[in-house]
Structures are given as structure tokens and as C-alpha cells.
């Protein structure tokens, strides 16, 4: 029972440590995004700036996923603080 029990909670925890870790995607400027549509580099022309406040992001296999308000809101601060720079992976 000992044993069980002790697996369980490896189990749990294994399962938990996977959280949704974005690595190489690129944030874009959405409403750059929605004007240019599919261009080519789009990753390169759609960099977000300074005055951005609604954000996307570029996965590596070319997937792009709009930002929520709160993400959006996140991910302005982020790029305002430094942590994010655009441009970048």
C-alpha cells in the first residue's frame, strides 16, 4: 500500500511539472497581423513596437495564436520592462 501510494504522488507530480512553456515562438504585432495577412516574413515586418497593444504569437512550425486582453495586457508590460524584445525569439 506503501508503495502505491508513494507512486501516486511521483505520478501527480510528474503530471504537474508540465506546464505550457512556449519555446521559440516569436510575438508580433496583431494589427499589423490582420492588415498584412499572410505575407512572407511576416515575422520580421509585424515586430511589435513600443506603441503595440494588441500582441500574437509565432510558433516555429508558422501557427499564429491572438492574445487575450489579459495576455495582451501581460505581454505590453513585458516588452515595456525589457523581458521580451521584439524581433526575437
Given at each position: 500500500m506503501r508503495i502505491i501510494t508513494i507512486g501516486m504522488i511521483f505520478c501527480l507530480g510528474?503530471?504537474?511539472?508540465f506546464g505550457a512553456?512556449?519555446?521559440g515562438a516569436k510575438l508580433l504585432d496583431a494589427s499589423c497581423l490582420d492588415e498584412n495577412g499572410k505575407a512572407r516574413h511576416i515575422g520580421s515586418m509585424c515586430a511589435p513596437t513600443e506603441s503595440t497593444t494588441h500582441f500574437a504569437m509565432e510558433t516555429r512550425t508558422g501557427h499564429i495564436y491572438k492574445l487575450d486582453a489579459l495576455s495582451n495586457q501581460k505581454a505590453e508590460k513585458a516588452l515595456q520592462d525589457g523581458v521580451l524584445r521584439p524581433n526575437r525569439h
Open positions: 510528474g503530471a504537474l511539472s512553456v512556449w519555446r
